[in-house]
């Protein structure tokens, strides 16, 4: 499966710091210049500002629109030389050892989308975990089955459902999901996705690494119980982005008709897991 790692130009520090885990885990990795926010136009055609400032109840950063262009670039490619897979690095990562052998497995070729860096806001109660596995309860029960209840300790609020547990070993367990977590350090997305995240990116009023809750078709998307790639933190190349800022009144009433529902991704969820997702 191909790697791809993106770097600026600018942060060799970072080239090699990342260079050197994947060395150790005997990982070969294609390097992606990154898109240097501060380099874009001010009027960067693809930002629907207003929109974001909505959505997000905060401005874009030039930083964001640089990240959102250099996964881009990924997926292009990908789209180009007809890659069935990829692994997208971030370079500010820490890389958990069983990387590789979570890889080797191939267990993600069940799924279009696969974020390694985060299981948040997912609970993930570890007895309640524990206990479905050794039941060999994997999928979510329907809603009159006893076992809901202990399946919901997996869960976080109302909408935010696993739909089936895929243990890879002892320690790894796959769960697939809706909505799949942020944070876009590491993951591996399917051709499938990337054409869809691609397309779903043409008007962003997102950061990027919220693209695949708005993607359209029928994609399988899932997390790993214990994340195998940690962002590092308190060095971060987009400057800003988590600024407070506070809606006005107006602005807070314009939100409320215009915030996305997600309905295209919720009507694919539904087709997908049919009485599951009740």
Known sequence: MQIFLINLD??????????????????????????????????YPLLQKERFLLEQKKPAVIGEIGCAESHR?????????????????????TLNPKLTEFLSTKAYEAYDFVNLSSAEPYPLDSSALHSLLQQRILERPLLWQSTRQLWRKLEWRRRWRIFKLNPVNKAMVLCECDPAPALGSG??????????????????????????????????????????????????????RYQGYRLTPWQSVKRFFVKSRRWQRRWDVARLYKLKIL
């Open 187 to 240: 993951y591996i997305l399917s051709l499938a996705a990337a054409e869809s995240f691609l397309a779903q990116s043409n008007k962003l009023f997102f950061p990027i690494d919220l693209v695949w809750r708005y993607s359209p078709g029928l994609l399988r998307q899932a997390f790993l119980s214990q994340p195998l790639i940690e962002q590092t933190r308190g060095d971060s190349d987009i400057p800003g």
């Open 73 to 93: 670039l990924i997926w292009k490619q990908m789209i180009a030389q007809q890659l069935a897979f990829a692994l997208v690095l971030e370079d500010d990562i």
């Open 10 to 43: 600018r942060r060799p520090d970072r080239l090699e710091q990342v260079k050197t885990q994947l060395d150790q885990l005997g990982l070969e990795f294609q390097r992606i210049s990154a898109v240097d926010g501060s380099q874009l136009p001010a009027d």
